[in-house]
């Protein structure tokens, strides 16, 4: 009778123990760890602020209130840069703006000076260099610069809140690791935002542990332009070469990658005046927007060392774009889970 209890006894722990393991199990299917990874200024950041909308994540937007000042005043800034290194003529008084708005910041604005800002950009002449910015890849202008003038009165007023397009367009550089929660059908996501910076990287192996998806973004338009971090270097081949380093090494150990081929509106822009193949040498000789993407995507392919990779041709600034995929991103990381719980 003892030795028939004890077998009982044992029986049932087994039962507890492998319910405990299934339970468990479950809870791991519903939990999806995504990290953003890539060099900087491919998007993360972007992204990520569009997923935290979409998803109604809490955001302070008044944490964008200095940004979105210190981006519009940064963009006046190299616009003067950009005008002087294209030898344009400027009316005199945006010339005497250039050493005013060395010394404007976000807490000394005045309604003068938003009014030199939003004069100087109104000159036909500096919007005509920003069309003809591709002409002087030395100098580095913020992608939404046009966004940042044409709203400039309407950061600099003293009750200005930013709206979600606000949000959106704001560049912050990203230092450390940013995480967001949120939950869609069901289902925990924690999607993780890693600095892009070369003296950020260091920081990427810790974000790894049981990650269910590594989300890879490269700014499709910086093929023609210098390395932030070593300006000897083309961004494209940084971002190459990075690519294949990240896919290839031994902490890369999910078999899930999605590759963002980002910012192709700026891509379709430029590639219509400049000529990919004066910066990538096995690059097409001719050929459009189409011709062109499909040579990156086979290059981004042919360097990529994980197991199973997907690539989208995506515009992190268009909200719509970011939802479908994401819900893409959504079923390929559910799909993987239960292909996992049935080996």
Known sequence: VVMGTCAHYHSDQHREIDDSIKKERRLLLKQHKVLLLGSGDAGKSTFCKQVAILHGVPTDNSLYIYALRCNTLASFAEAIVLCETLNVKLPYDVMAFREVIKHVTPNTLTPEIVELCENMWGVPEVRQAYCDRRKA??????????????NFRRFADPDFYPNNQDIIHAKLRTTGIHEIRFEVDNQQFLLIDVGGQKTER???IHAFED????????????????????????RFATALKLFSEVTGSPWFSTNLCVLFLNKTDLFREKIAHTHLRDYVPDAPRKGGYEKNLSFIKSKFEGAFRGESLSVFPTCVLDSTNCRKIFESLQEAIILKNLASSRL
């Open 211 to 234: 990650v269910s998806v590594v989300v890879y973004l490269v700014a499709l338009d910086e093929f023609d332009l210098q390395d932030i971090d070593e300006p000897e270097k083309n």
């Open 202 to 204: 260091r920081k990427w």
């Open 137 to 150: 890849p030395k100098v580095s202008m913020l992608s939404s610069a046009p966004y940042y003038f044409e």
